[in-house]
């Protein structure tokens, strides 16, 4: 897994991969270090892979979500991330949830709304 976000705090970044390692059906990877956090608040419906699995984030996503994004001070409303910030990852679908034996890699696209 490649997870370039040298610009946030080593806690932080140890909080994503430790979050990253409990959450393994998705792969998030940030392309770019700098977003605008007072964008519009976006929170995830679903991502459509390639293969055509449809991921659903589960409350446990939305929580842990919620928790990391407290460190930039944002007001963000809960399982909301500022919406540059999904010009910024690229999610790929990884394990299946169902036997965790079955990787896939392909682009997962997310279905976001805005959240008021
Ligand atoms: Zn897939």
Known sequence: MVISIEKFSRA??????????EHPPVEIKVTRRNFDMASR????????CE????????PVFIDTLTERMKV????LPKGALPGDFYDAIE?????????RSQYCG????LEVVAVT
């Open 12 to 21: 932080t970044v140890e909080g994503v991969r430790t979050f990253l390692a």
């Open 41 to 48: 608040p976006l929170r995830i419906v679903r991502g459509t």
């Open 51 to 58: 293969c055509g699995h449809v991921w659903t984030p589960d």
């Open 72 to 75: 930039f001070d944002a007001e």
């Open 91 to 99: 999610v790929k679908h990884a394990w299946d949830v169902e036997t």
């Open 106 to 109: 392909k682009q997962i696209t």
